[in-house]
Each structure stands twice: as structure tokens, then as C-alpha cells.
């Protein structure tokens, strides 16, 4: 896949990319979930407070980048529960970046990386409001599973859930 500035490969991240990681979740949540989470909520989120939080797990994360950036980033389990063996826990693009194939490139890498595992069936969440995030997991052939909720701040949020036959 390329850039505009050269070449993108995952790779695994690095303490130096936790910095990049905070400032995509955070400019993706406070952009692509407005109007989904509440305002105040996001609102209360900066870079900095995601950052310490980052730079603490930075370790379970597959990245994106080109030679300067982190152009998004992903995180997977190997053990699930009742309905898969594995499961894509995160999966963020700068918000710029979108519709370019990082998205998509990642979760092939990681669909093939559970695969090579012997892994046979994989879920992803998403909320259950978020169309985009809904329209990709359903382009990326996932059958909807079930629903279930999520708090985040003082409030439960619907989510569905999707699943992919390795």
C-alpha cells in the first residue's frame, strides 16, 4: 500500500508511538463519535491523559506508519469467548487517513495473523450507532452476532457485534 509519502507497513509498536496512538483515539473519538457519546464525555478527553494510558500498553498494539507517522493501529486477542477464539479489541486510522486502505490493510494483517494461529472464528465490536465503523466490518465480510452495552463515563452505550469465519 502507499502513501502520499512513501511506503506504509505494520509493524509492532513502539514506547516512541504511544504518543501518535493517544492523539488518533482521541482525535477519532472526539470526531467520529460526536452526537454518539456524550458531548461531555468527549469533551473531557485529551491527548495527554490518553497518552499515560498508552504508554502503558503500547506493547499489545500493531501499527501502521509510514517512515514519520503512525497512520493507525491495532489491537488483538488471541483468546475469546463463547462465540470466537480471537478478537480485533480496537482498531483506530487517523481520522485524515480514512478510505485510503489502512483500515483494511490492518485487518487483514490481523485476520491472517489469527489465522497462522489456528484461529478459527473472530469477533469485533463496534457501537452500535457508529454507521462507518458498521458499513467497514460489514464490507470486510462480518455477519452481525449480537448486541450487548458498554459504559463509557456515566452512561451505557448499545453495541453490536461482529463475526468472521477464519
Known sequence: MDQD?????????VEEDARQ???ILVE???TAYRGIIDSAYLDSMSV????????????????????NEVLGFIWNEMT??????CEIVAL????????????????????DTFRASGKKRMIVWCLKKNDEARKFYEKMGGKAYKTGTHSW????????????EL
Open 48 to 67: 495527554e491523559q490518553r497518552y499515560q494510558r498508552e504508554a502503558q500498553r503500547y506493547r499489545q498494539y500493531m501499527v501502521a506508519s509510514d517512515e
Open 21 to 23: 496512538i493517544a492523539e
Open 92 to 111: 483506530y486510522v487517523r481520522y485524515t487517513k480514512r478510505r485510503s486502505g489502512i483500515g483494511r490493510a490492518l485487518f487483514r494483517y490481523s485476520a
Open 80 to 85: 475469546g469467548g463463547e462465540a470466537a477464539d
Open 153 to 164: 463515563g456515566d452512561r451505557d452505550y448499545d453495541m453490536i457485534s461482529y463475526i468472521y
Open 28 to 30: 477519532d473519538w472526539k
Open 5 to 13: 509519502r512513501g511506503q506504509v507497513m505494520i509493524r509492532k509498536a
